[in-house]
């Protein structure tokens, strides 16, 4: 069975941190490496997405070419994905001429269906002054579904709603900041409602037609939510072409380019096309046929696309696989906050590489602090104290000084040869070990693979301390119980070196050649397994050992703070980030504002009825991590309020708070819970936010002029 992996395609906008490697790109290279070992046929295709709106956005705002700014970054987070060991097959572009053949031809097959399109006059906001229509991330607004103002014309950052640009309240273009006009336009609409009856029974049970393509319980909950979260609100045909001279050219349609998220996920077939013509495939063979399965890794931003989306286009087009699975992780986030490029919290690939070029086994030392707190299944948070503890107590303590010591001590009493031994118990732990570590990385349980790892290294050590062949041999040194307790280790140590091949590459590599072994290929893991199912040892007696010093040098040492020092600049860079904002903070008026939205009349301003109210109780939504269900009391009556607040209040946190609240809006329903009123909040530079509230003790249902 052939196994086609790919990974989101990132934007070629800007550099990579470290949380778009511990999303889509890491969990990826794991599987992959252990699927090689295996001795499966992988291929792995990634590339950098060149088409996106915030690329030409960026473009207009320096005054350079669009290609400028996307040659640049395909070379830094390429270069970045190779000197971390992100192990793809291909990593192609989608600027590539194949790419702009390969999505034009996708285009004209479905076009040709005559079904799969529908042809509409819409009207779409142009900006007056720009002289131009907006794509969905030319206009910003207000979020008609958690009241951000900040939502962008196709989806709201801040709680995820997936959004169309009439949607927005107050939108403005983010090209000049002119309000936006409503013109006549054509576009080319894909008749994504015509698939939800097959995609949601495909994600329900994972059948198509009746016919078994995989088993949902394997996908993650969170995948499987969003997916029929989406699919029970009801697919509606979406948009696929643009009004940008910035893309891939629609067909015999001049001023017109594909939508980006058209484009881009076909991009992982013009990246198994280049590869197959650069290495003599056939890239029919990957994408399909029963031979092969297709495996999506991506962040959880990306799932409708990947789960939704693209899998209606791929059968759409017809012949092309599913995929059998969609891991998507949650996000990382960085010292308790998210990454931020503007105020310069995180750190990104390209600077760990540069600022870390001289701290021992680098590469592998982010890898596996990511791969111990990798967000699978919810957020997570890299920490460099975490880095920390996770480098000296895991890769120090454990593994390396297990490894050394094994060495030493076979060099002392057998000549740096591993002595006879026989099959028993500890051999029977190994094989378990080695077979559970294997067992969740295919199940996508990366965190708990590396778990397993870990344990195994502490059975070793705690295994080589109870025997303590030292008292053994200043007892006797004839005492057999030596021999033996050294050929175990030697096996564990074997597996260790091997196991570890996919969290740590570089590390593995060194490892082996302390064990006079040649770096893990291809097969090397099922060969392994073989190997212990049949009792025979991973070194045999008589097996030469070399030696192996301090493999992993701790950051926390007395005699040596080189390594700290290094992890200490980038603390003083955190404490400057917030000493700034500190001193931002003291001085407001300092701080950048928003940009003030156009002028209304006054009796625009009259429509809008305000008023006091005091929450009264408050739960969390259903399947939402960011709404809270409220109701107020407005004096004459209670309403019900749902209010995109769950990630900055609890329920205990708002129960009781007197709130400002407009009322006259339209009612409406929120994951299937009415909302009678929006609660006023403001929200400073970094996302914070805090109730607009009446003095204490202020009645309720007053107006707010």
Aim: negative net charge; aromatic residues 10%; glycine residues 8%.
């Amino acid at each position: 069975m052939k196994s086609l992996l790919t990974s989101a395609l990132p934007y070629a906008n800007g550099p990579l941190h470290l949380g778009h490697l511990a999303g889509a790109y890491l969990p990826a290279d794991i599987y992959a490496r252990y699927l090689r070992l295996m001795g499966r046929e992988v291929l792995w295709v990634c590339g950098s997405d060149e088409h996106g709106a915030a690329i030409t956005l960026r473009a207009k705002k320096e005054g350079i070419d669009p290609r400028d700014i996307i040659d640049k970054y395909h070379a830094l987070n390429k270069g970045s994905f190779e000197a971390l060991g992100i192990s793809f097959d291909y990593y192609h572009r989608t600027s590539a001429p194949l790419h702009h053949e390969t999505s034009q031809e996708f285009f004209t097959k479905l076009l040709k269906r005559g079904d799969q399109f529908e042809i509409k006059t819409t009207e779409q906001y142009y900006d007056p002054e720009a002289n131009q229509f907006l794509a969905d991330r030319y206009i910003k607004g207000t979020c008609p579904n958690c009241g951000s103002e900040n939502a962008f014309g196709d989806q709201c950052e801040n709680c995820g709603k997936d959004l169309s640009p009439t949607e927005l309240i107050n939108p403005v273009s983010t090209i000049s900041g002119a309000k936006p006009e409503l013109r006549e336009t054509k576009h080319w609409f894909f008749r994504l409602d015509e698939h939800e009856t097959w995609l949601k029974e495909w994600i329900q049970t994972g059948k198509v037609d009746g016919v078994q393509l995989h088993d949902p319980k394997d996908w993650k909950k969170h995948v499987v939510g969003q997916c029929m979260s989406w699919l029970d609100g009801g697919l509606m045909p979406r948009s696929i072409t643009r009004d940008l001279d910035w893309g891939i050219q629609v067909p015999d349609a001049p001023g017109k380019v594909l939508y980006v998220w058209f484009d881009a996920p076909i991009g992982y077939i013009s990246s198994t096309k280049q590869w197959a013509i650069e290495n003599g495939g056939n890239w029919e063979d990957w994408w399909k046929g029963d031979d092969s399965e297709l495996v999506h890794f991506i962040g959880k931003d990306n799932i409708v696309f990947h789960c939704i989306v693209f899998p209606a286009m791929l059968k759409a087009h017809g012949e092309y696989n599913l995929p059998v699975n969609v891991p998507a992780n949650q996000f990382l986030n960085f010292e308790g906050d998210k990454f931020s490029k503007s105020r310069g919290w995180g750190i990104e690939l390209q600077e760990y590489v540069e600022e870390f070029k001289d701290f021992p086994n680098s590469e592998d030392a982010i890898r596996w602090a990511l791969i111990r707190n990798l967000p699978e299944q919810q957020d997570a948070d890299f920490t460099w104290d975490g880095f920390t503890e996770y480098h000296d107590k895991d890769l120090a303590d454990k593994l390396g000084n297990f490894i050394n010591r094994v060495t030493v001590l076979t060099h002392k009493y057998f000549g740096g040869r591993v002595p006879e031994g026989a099959h028993t118990q500890v051999q029977s732990e190994v094989t378990e070990a080695v077979y559970k570590i294997g067992q969740d990385i295919e199940a996508f349980r990366f965190k708990d693979a590396a778990t397993s790892f870990v344990e195994l290294a502490s059975f070793g050590n705690t295994y080589l301390q109870d025997a303590a062949p030292w008292s053994l041999f200043k007892a006797n040194p004839d005492d057999p119980a030596i021999a033996e307790t050294m050929y175990h280790c030697a096996q564990i140590a074997a597996a260790l070196a091997l196991t570890c091949t996919p969290f740590i590459p570089f590390s593995a590599d060194r490892l082996r050649a302390v064990l006079n072994q040649i770096p893990a290929t291809n097969g090397d893991w099922q060969l392994a397994m073989d190997t212990l199912a049949a009792g025979r040892p991973l070194l045999p007696s008589g097996h030469e050992l070399g030696e192996a010093g301090v493999l992993f040098p701790k950051i926390i040492d007395r005699k040596d703070d080189s390594r700290n020092a290094i992890i200490q600049k980038q603390r003083d860079k955190m404490a400057a980030v917030l000493a700034a904002k500190t001193e931002t903070d003291a001085a407001p008026e300092q701080e950048a504002r928003e940009a003030f939205k156009p002028e209304m009349t006054f009796d625009d301003f009259l429509k809008m009825d305000l008023r006091t109210a005091t929450i009264l109780t408050a739960e969390k939504v259903k399947k939402s991590s960011k709404l809270l269900h409220l109701t107020i009391d407005l004096g004459s009556e209670q309403r019900s309020v749902v209010s995109g607040i769950a990630k900055h209040f609890t329920p205990e946190e708002v129960v009781g708070r007197q709130v400002v609240c407009v009322t006259n809006l339209a009612p409406r329903k929120m994951a299937g819970v009415l909302s009678e009123a929006m609660i006023l909040m403001a929200e400073d530079g970094e996302g914070k936010l805090v109730f607009v509230s009446p003095p204490t003790g202020f009645g309720n249902g007053w107006t707010v002029r």
